[in-house]
């Protein structure tokens, strides 16, 4: 039986270093293999980068092709907010600047009596009692004007020798600033009714509500005076005059207060003139006429032409109590009378008759007249109903010259 022999320990720690030693070699020649196949691929493509230097890899292409859309569309970023905002308000939302309309709106009323029976009802039913129908049509104006037939003053003495004298209690300017009034013409037959103190009262007290007195004055220059208000871009000039003044004194003078007067039409002309050169447009209202009387004296309306000539754009007339007609003079307008508008109770024919006159002007002074039909009284004007209304209108039209008022209220021109 053969015996195999078992070997020793040094001989298996020799074996096993000689086999550990054949492992590594093979490890270390598969890991240089691998590096130089590395080697050989990476000088390969670098050769061939060399020979084609504009060619690129698709990723690089793709990176370097998103970097330069970023660069434009920031590059387009800030051009645009360098760039002015422009478009409409709703693309923008930012408002125009408005300009503006150079249209102006302006209303006028006849004689405004707040003495006697009227004031009595007032200090009972309160100073807005005369306005509660019709102040939305004034506030609707930019301009509304009048005649004042009264002081407004508790202080005086009553002229002497004289039929009639009225005056209306301080507290009346409130209500008469609240209803939509602007401006007063003073240049009439009652302003002085309770003296000089009296006209003191009245321009303080129209002042300090923010309203405008025009045709009184301490002397000749501010009774002459034009008061021009700037209202959507058109300048307003209002003269006041009067040819009814009850006695001389009563004429303002170079040193003497009082009334602008026109019986004399050298100096309103010169006033006139003067106004149309410091305003777009000129508004002149004047006292005159006969109580009563449907229709103008003749020389009333050369006066009214001599006006407009001067440069004149429209002539409001009162003093009759009653309507007189319309007349349409080389483009202008004249309404020679618009009747009583707060008055007391009268029972004579036409005087409860009025209206509300509306003029739409351009900056050139060229209107659109319209009327609003009114009953007057007792001290609370309201509109007129449709049917009396439309008779008032003809009634308008027959009495008026080169004009015609409307079945609308509107007045027309016959004019070639």
């Given at each position: 039986m053969e015996i195999l022999m078992q070997p020793t320990r040094n001989q298996r720690k020799t074996r096993e270093t000689h086999l550990s030693k054949r492992r590594l070699r093979r490890w270390i020649i598969r890991f240089l293999g691998i590096g130089v196949l590395i080697l050989c691929v990476y000088t390969a493509l670098d050769v061939f980068a060399t020979i084609n230097p504009g060619l690129e890899s698709s990723n690089e292409q793709q990176a370097h092709k998103i970097v330069q859309s970023s660069k434009q569309e920031d590059s387009t970023a800030i051009e645009k907010i360098k760039e002015p905002v422009t478009g409409t308000m709703d693309e923008v939302n930012v408002p125009d600047k408005v300009e503006p309309s150079e249209h102006v709106n302006l209303a006028f009323v006849g004689d405004i009596m707040m003495g006697g029976n009227v004031d009595k009802l007032l200090k009972t039913n309160g100073y807005d009692y005369p306005y509660i129908h019709i102040s939305s049509i004034l506030q609707e104006a930019d301009i509304a004007a009048g005649n004042m037939e009264n002081p407004i003053t508790d202080r005086g003495e009553p002229?002497?020798?004289?039929?009639?004298?009225?005056?209306?209690?301080?507290?009346?300017?409130?209500?008469?600033?609240?209803?939509?009034?602007?401006v007063f013409n003073l240049a009439n037959n009652h302003t002085l009714d309770y003296g000089l103190i009296g006209l003191q009262d009245t321009i303080r007290l129209l002042i300090e509500a923010g309203l405008y007195g025009i045709g009184a004055g301490m002397n000749e220059e501010e009774a002459y005076k034009p008061v021009v208000l700037d209202k959507n871009g058109v300048r307003v000039a209002y003269l006041g005059l009067t040819r009814v003044v009850p006695e001389v004194s009563w004429k303002a003078d170079k040193h003497t207060p009082g009334l602008a007067e026109t019986y004399n039409y050298t100096r309103p002309i010169k006033a006139i003139e003067a106004a149309s050169g410091i305003?777009?447009?000129?508004?002149?209202?004047?006292?005159?006429?006969?109580?009563?009387?449907i229709e103008p004296r003749e020389f009333e309306k050369e006066l009214a032409h001599r006006y407009i000539d001067a440069g004149a754009d429209l002539v409001i007339g009162s003093h009759p109590h009653v309507l007189q007609g319309i007349e349409s003079y080389k483009g202008k307008w004249i309404a020679y009378s618009l009747g009583n508008f707060i008055f007391t109770t009268s029972g004579k024919s036409g005087t409860n008759e009025s209206a509300i006159l509306q003029a739409s002007c351009s900056k050139s002074g060229d209107c659109e007249l319209n009327f609003i039909p009114i009953v007057a009284g007792p001290a609370q004007p309201r509109r007129m109903e449709d049917i009396a209304a439309k008779t008032l209108y003809q009634h308008l039209t027959s009495i008026s010259y080169s004009a015609e008022v409307q079945e609308d209220g509107q007045v027309r021109s016959l004019l070639p």
């Open positions: 002229a002497e020798d004289k039929s009639y004298v009225f005056r209306t209690s301080p507290e009346a300017v409130l209500g008469m600033a609240k209803s939509g009034f602007d305003s777009d447009m000129v508004v002149v209202l004047v006292h005159w006429g006969v109580e009563g009387a």
